[in-house]
């Protein structure tokens, strides 16, 4: 029988220490709302998704009520639009139609994001993508709720360095577009390297052609829990440290575990996976740079950072596949710069540059992660960094992606505001020596070789 | 049997178990196990309940126990106890 100690326990993670759910993310196939007239494809999307999701919002709250557990966030992910809208859309302006149509769909059923606007072109890029992609910097000025994500490589394919061009570009257009908030539009537009098809974080969540018609995916939290059973192992070795995380891995995936099989009971729809990230946000106390102090470091950025969070991100999962039945998703440690305060004292200290991020990139999940840079960067500049995250990701065979800010009218020593879950950020330096005829070459970067693994 | 952990956290007081029982009691909460004890000063007490046979759905009884809570000046919770099960057991 459960004792006191262990429930006491399980109360403190939750009430002391930032214990969550991070989101339940609802996937919704749109396959079937193609249709080559406009109008008609707009109606059947906005239907399918607020008849699917109409009791996501609602089931979040029941399961908060019932176990006691936030659930901070429920979200949409839907199957990326450039495969959707490709029969109907002739021009930008119909994408950004369907924009709208996404954004009024999250309102009417009360969910905060809904991730999808996106087009996997990691090898090529149809009419229909590149159309997509150029309506991005207005279809996310004209929303609010809209996530848009590029998958520009993967493995298997090499890099589409064509595509990569083409959002260096459009990420400098989004953030003019939405220069009065800061460039708030870049935080809602990713690009990515090996996408996966099940994440239920944002910006990058869509609902992958492979996945059935409706389906869960829950991610969980806790990098104040990680940060607090840690405090306990000070001082002690390796294999102590490492010990400790993955029990606590293990306890918060297996909330994750629950609250995703009890989303699928009360809606009806099919489990999919559970990502056990460690998602921070600007709350103190919920930040991964402040596990990695722990862990030994005085800021994020010193020496031994890019070992830390190897052995963070490797415990974690190891704790968390053992707790869930099905992972998919991202699962690992992030490390965006805005939402973790942590972070931004360590760029604010000097400690944490855009290089060694790019260095930690290589062994936690995802990447270069809300980071405000000069509003008066080359789109070409933004394009290398995009290539080399990339090419991290295509030869390591991991998820990677890129959510850099450039900042209008902002420079060094300035701050971004963006409110909320997205923090803010120290605008960061970026190299300024020229990549232009690099990126200019167009064509794409071949799938790297499988053997040989040095 | 719907098992659900009912956890008292606050001052000690005269009557703090009382209320809670009167108040399960009245809404036929069977109660299975209760434990108690001291931390810095504050009282914590852990009740496990069984509320199949009550006529009260699981929110209404949580959110009323909640209002004791208050009336008292602890705070009462119920949760489910899959939480502690699936965190604390293989």
């Known amino acids: 029988m459960i004792n006191i100690n262990e429930v006491l326990e399980t109360n403190k993670m939750i009430e002391e220490e930032n214990l969550d759910v991070r989101t339940i993310t609802l996937g919704i196939s749109l396959l079937d709302c193609v249709d080559s007239n406009l109008d008609e494809l707009n109606r059947k999307i906005y239907e399918k998704i607020t008849t699917v999701a109409k009791d996501l919002v609602a089931a979040g709250k029941q399961i908060e009520k019932e176990f006691k557990i936030p659930v901070v966030n429920k979200r949409i992910s839907i199957t990326p639009i450039a495969l959707v809208g490709g029969a109907a859309c002739k021009t930008k302006e119909d994408y950004v139609s369907i924009a709208k149509t996404l954004d009024a769909a999250a309102k009417a059923v009360g969910v905060n994001f809904i991730g999808g606007y996106s087009a996997l072109v990691s090898k090529g890029m149809t009419k229909s993508e590149r159309l997509l992609i150029e309506s991005i910097p207005e279809a996310l000025a004209v929303t609010e709720n809209v996530c848009a994500s590029i998958n520009v490589g993967s493995t298997k394919t090499g890099i589409n360095m064509d595509a990569v061009k083409l959002l260096g570009e459009i990420v400098l257009k989004t953030a003019e577009y939405t220069k009065e908030r800061d460039s708030l539009g870049c935080a809602k537009l990713v690009v990515l390297c090996n996408a996966p098809d099940d994440n239920p974080f944002m910006a990058g969540a869509f609902h992958g052609v492979t996945e059935a018609d409706s389906i869960i995916n829950v991610g969980v939290s806790g990098p104040g829990v990680v940060k607090t059973a840690l405090e306990s192992a000070r001082g002690a070795d390796f294999g102590t440290l490492c010990e400790t995380i993955k029990k606590t891995a293990f306890k918060i995936t297996r909330v994750g575990q629950l609250v995703a099989l009890e989303a699928s009971k009360i809606l009806g729809v099919p489990f999919g996976i559970v990502d056990l990230s460690l998602a921070p946000t600007p709350a103190v106390g919920d930040s991964v740079a402040e596990i990695l102090q722990e862990i030994g470091l005085e800021h994020p950025g010193a020496p031994g950072t890019t070992a830390a969070l190897a052995l963070l991100n490797d415990q974690v999962k190891k704790g968390g596949v053992m707790a869930s039945s099905y992972v998919g998703g991202l699962s690992g440690a992030f490390i965006p710069v805005s939402e973790d305060q942590g972070m931004i004292d360590a760029v604010n200290a000097g400690c944490l540059t855009l290089e060694k991020l790019e260095a930690m990139t290589c062994v936690c999940s995802v990447g270069l992660d809300m980071i405000a840079i000069p509003g008066d960067t080359k789109a070409t500049t933004i394009s290398g960094i995009i290539a080399d995250e990339m090419a991290i990701g295509m030869i390591n065979q991991k998820t990677t992606a890129v959510r850099l800010i450039p900042v209008i009218g902002k420079t060094l020593g300035d701050t971004a505001e963006f409110g909320g879950l997205l923090g803010y950020a120290p605008i960061m330096p970026v190299n300024s020596f020229s990549c232009d005829d690099f990126v200019n070459r167009g064509g794409r970067i071949p799938a790297p070789i499988h053997s040989f693994k040095n | ?90």
Do not use: W
Request: hydrophobic letters at 45%.
């Open chain 2, 1 to 90: 049997m719907n098992r659900t952990i009912i956890t008292v956290v606050g001052h000690d007081q005269v009557g703090i178990i009382a209320k809670v029982c009167t108040y399960l009691a009245n809404n036929r909460v069977n109660i299975l196990d209760i434990t108690q004890t001291i931390v810095s000063g504050y009282f914590n007490m852990m009740m496990i309940v069984d509320t199949s046979e009550s006529p009260k759905e699981f929110l209404a009884l949580a959110n009323e126990l909640e209002q004791i809570g208050e009336e008292i000046g602890v705070v009462i919770k119920a949760q489910r106890e899959d939480i502690f099960n699936m965190m604390h057991r293989i």
